[in-house]
């Protein structure tokens, strides 16, 4: 008795089978990655521009120093800068505390370009330069894309219709 016919194996076609269902598993985990990696970027960038424009603020209250945050020209990133005095020029000088750079351009909330755009923070952390900063990305999921700036606060929020709802 050389071959018995009661040891089991697999097909061909079980084998293939099996491949198939591995293989479209895969493609369904990295399609979600891939959305969840972007969505996790967009919040980690709202996230830290709404923490820098508060370090702004506060630093201009407890420094008792003007401050700056400016965006690149290339809307993908901005710069703090901190300035000795009134008379300190706005264009030239300051010391730069730091710059970003991101992964997403930013716009405002009607699409228009923000490159360029600087919020200015007086000695008591107050900024006139209002407005609403969003990551320029749609359909990304995420928990929150755009920051408020008000004369006093900022706050993270979500865009809907055009505006910025707050969380």
Same mark, same amino acid.
């Given at each position: 008795?050389? @071959?018995? !016919?009661?040891?089991?194996?697999?097909?061909?076609?079980?084998?293939?089978?099996?491949?198939?269902v591995l293989g479209i598993l895969l493609a369904i985990v990295t399609h979600d990655f891939g959305q969840w990696s972007t969505k996790a970027q967009i919040e980690k960038n709202i *996230?830290?521009?709404?923490?820098?424009?508060?370090?702004?603020?506060?630093?201009?209250?407890?420094?008792?120093?003007?401050?700056?945050?400016?965006? %690149?020209?290339?809307?993908?990133?901005?710069?703090?800068? *901190?300035?000795?005095?009134?008379?300190?020029?706005?264009? !030239? +000088?300051?010391?730069?505390? @730091?710059?970003?750079? +991101?992964?997403?351009?930013?716009?405002?909330? %009607?699409?228009?370009?923000?490159?360029?755009?600087?919020?200015? @923070?007086?000695?008591?952390?107050?900024? @006139?330069?209002?407005?609403?900063?969003?990551?320029?990305?749609?359909?990304? +999921?995420?928990?929150?894309?755009?920051?408020?700036?008000?004369?006093? *606060?900022? %706050?993270?929020?979500?865009?809907?219709?055009?505006?910025?709802?707050?969380?």
């Open positions: 008795m050389l @071959f018995q !016919s009661d040891h089991a194996g697999f097909t061909l076609i079980e084998l293939v089978t099996v491949m198939v *996230r830290e521009l709404n923490i820098d424009l508060n370090t702004a603020r506060m630093n201009s209250i407890y420094q008792k120093k003007e401050h700056r945050l400016v965006f %690149n020209s290339t809307a993908t990133g901005y710069v703090l800068r *901190r300035y000795s005095s009134e008379n300190e020029s706005k264009t !030239s +000088g300051g010391t730069e505390l @730091f710059s970003k750079s +991101g992964s997403y351009q930013y716009a405002k909330a %009607n699409g228009a370009s923000i490159a360029d755009r600087k919020f200015d @923070f007086d000695i008591r952390g107050f900024t @006139f330069d209002l407005d609403t900063i969003k990551i320029n990305r749609t359909g990304s +999921g995420a928990t929150f894309d755009c920051v408020v700036v008000s004369t006093t *606060r900022t %706050n993270i929020g979500l865009m809907t219709g055009g505006s910025c709802v707050q969380k």
